[in-house]
């Protein structure tokens, strides 16, 4: 732990817009670690990862929640790629767009591209029925994952163990399956958050 943190593995400010993939053809077939990000339209999920890379406007907050279906890449450091999925539950979307998200999920999922999968909820309230739908994807897919209880800065102290607990319990997560409270207004979480992430694109390279 203490040589990582000595020499971190990834320089987060080498990092750069790959493309948006609409299909197959679209997503990368290398050998890149994929840390993939879900959560739902307002969970906050562009901040979080502005949060995470120490940048203000990197992952561009959308102005119509749930209107763009499609998967941004992004490279760090040509080491990983750090994979955000389209926002979902978002009341306005029409069945048609549900359904190519849907779409869109299954056949991501179906390419077992994923790595470490991070989805992102809000602290404040009991997951939804969709986050529940997610919380599905990720534990299909066999690969590790991480939940991210976003907005901490908006709950007392006192209510943190029930929020944490209830986010575990309506989610099904198994023990191995951390839950970290974050905010990404004020940076709690990020290093943990980092850590995971640092561990699995350092797997290949590590010496």
Known sequence: ?????QKPLVN?????????????????????PQIVFAGKSN???????????????????SAQPGKTIHINYFVIDKKLYLVDLPGYGYARVSKAE?????????????????????????IRHKPTRDDVTMADWFRASGKPWVVIANKL???????LAGNLAEI????????????????AEKGDGRD???EMMFAYAGKEEAE
């Not at 987060?12 to 890149?32: G, I, Q, T, W």
């Not at 549900?98 to 992102?120: K, N, P, S």
């Not at 800065?153 to 209510?159: F, W």
């Not at 309506?170 to 399956?177: F, K, N, Q, Y």
Request: hydrophobic share 45%.
């Open 153 to 159: 800065d908006k709950i007392k102290k006192s209510q």
């Open 43 to 61: 969970v906050g999920k562009s901040s979080v990862i502005n949060k995470l890379l120490n940048r203000k406007n990197f992952a561009r907050v």
């Open 168 to 183: 575990r319990q309506t989610l099904l997560l198994p023990e191995e399956v951390p839950v970290i409270p974050f905010s």
């Open 12 to 32: 987060l400010h080498n990092a750069e817009f790959l493309r948006s993939a609409v299909k197959e053809s679209d997503f990368p077939h290398d050998a890149l």
């Open 98 to 122: 549900q359904q190519r998200w849907g779409t869109l999920m299954e056949t991501y999922f179906a390419m077992d591209l994923l790595t470490l999968g991070v989805q992102i909820v809000d």
């Open 192 to 194: 943990e958050v980092l």
């Open 1 to 5: 732990m203490s040589m990582e943190k």
